[in-house]
């Protein structure tokens, strides 16, 4: 069974930085399309960014030019490196990465979340 587990999550002062992680676990062929999505209290899961296995990203335009995403395909893992955060950006971060299982079926899937809460 395939699982996404973020990690990185915390309580961090406005302007400060904070990297998130999301690493794919259990018995899959290759990972695809990698992204991350939030969702605040209240409020609908907004795309932030995305990477392609080529390192292809695109970010929302609320994060662009503050948030980075790599990956690192050897380790499974995904990253998100959030800089000059401001309140709005606190919220539930979600890992979500398409992943082709030993059949070679490519499924979807999210990660559980990890709270980031960016005090003033």
């Known amino acids: 069974q395939v699982q996404l587990v973020e990690s990185g999550g915390d309580l961090v002062q406005v302007g400060g930085s904070l990297r998130l992680s999301c690493v794919v676990s259990?018995?899959?062929?290759?990972?695809?399309?990698m992204a991350w999505y939030r969702q605040a209290p209240g409020s609908q899961r907004e795309f932030i960014g995305r990477?392609?296995?080529?390192?292809?990203?695109n970010y929302a335009d609320s994060v662009r030019g503050r948030f980075t995403i790599s990956r690192d395909d050897a380790k499974n893992t995904m990253n998100l490196q959030m800089d000059s955060l401001k309140p709005e950006d606190t919220a539930v971060y979600y890992c979500?990465?398409?992943?082709?299982?030993?059949?070679?079926?490519?499924?979807?899937?999210w990660g559980q979340g990890t709270q980031v809460t960016v005090s003033s």
């Open positions: 979500n990465a398409d992943v082709s299982n030993l059949r070679s079926n490519l499924q979807n899937y």
């Open positions: 259990g018995s899959f062929r290759s990972i695809g399309i």
């Open positions: 990477i392609e296995r080529s390192g292809t990203t």
